[in-house]
């Protein structure tokens, strides 16, 4: 046991912020964020997301300067995710593997304007799939290993366009195995894998469903593939998987109802590892900070750095360009 009142107190060391700054043991940065991005078609486009106030969605020639001021923030990573058009979804998903559909032409267009930028592009059906699922639906089932084959087109498709990072999401068993023997067979030696190994079932991406548009299409639920809730094992068997099968950093999502998650996965694994705040958590926080029943800046660093405790390298985050404000601000 340590020392005993009055030769330990507590106190002590929380007597001046000077004092606390020189033992607390965990701070947030800017190189932590990586902030998503929704990119739309169109021209000369900033269109809100009404379920995530705040956040909108980018036209191509728009999400430039969006991310030039994310980089004089300090933000040098990005996850982009697009609403597709929907003559462009069907069941069979080809829009994903398409060089030309729009997080590709993204991609290309901001590495072009930025070559520092670091682009995160999901793996996964979704966006792309008039079933609203990660996966091919066939006869009310999601089918594993045909789905594998449009993953594996999508990342390389991806990596070509110039993803620096490509984040499976999309928990079909047996992806990152087959996108890392892609991406060596072809060249993409040092494309990184960032896997959404334990993705939970939540209903916390409600949000997000909205901004990309999968919301009214998705038929029945995502519960064949993403991790029941309750479960810590299996999360764990999960992101054991992935790092075995070539995943370079792995991620837990959502975040803060899983902070245990991440915690146990740093511990087991010594990984690089990563937090999504997913939607959910962004417009829960947002509806409060907005009625002024939460305190934006104590709030947004208080979440984020907690996601450090637990043991993350980084976090993807609604929040980030705010949060690289309020690091700006303080420093
Ligand atoms: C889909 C995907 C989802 C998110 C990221 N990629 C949603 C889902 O699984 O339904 C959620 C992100 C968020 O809620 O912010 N593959």
Known sequence: MLSSFPKRRGRRLRQNSRVRALVRENGLSKSDLICPIFIRDGENIIEPIPSMPGINRYSIDTVIPYVEKLINLGIFTVALFPLTPSDKKSSTCEEAWNPKNLVNIATRKLKYNFPELIIMLD???????????????VDGKI?????????ERQALVQAEAGADILGPSDMMDGRIGVIRTALEKNGFKDTLIMSYAAKFSSAFYGPFREAVGAQGLLKGD???????????????REVGEDIFEGADMVM????????????????????????????????????????????????????????????????????????????????
């Not at 995502?222 to 764990?236: G, S, V």
Request: aromatic share 10%; with cysteine; glycine share 6%.
């Open 123 to 137: 793996v996964a059906l979704d966006p792309y799939n008039s079933d609203g699922h990660d996966g091919l639906l």
């Open 252 to 331: 837990v999502k959502p975040g803060m109802p899983y902070l245990d998650v991440i915690s146990e996965v740093k511990r087991k694994f010594s990984f690089p590892t990563f937090a999504y705040q997913v939607s959910g958590e962004y417009s829960m926080l947002k509806g409060a900070i907005e009625n002024n029943w939460l305190d934006k800046d104590s709030m947004i660093v208080e979440s984020l750095t907690c996601f450090k405790r637990a043991g993350c390298d980084g976090i993807l985050t609604y929040f980030a360009p705010d949060a690289a404000e309020i690091i700006n601000k303080n420093s």
């Open 222 to 236: 995502k519960k064949t593939y993403q991790i029941d809730p309750p479960n810590m094992e299996e999360a764990i």
């Open 143 to 151: 089918i594993n290993d045909e789905t594998l084959v449009a993953l």
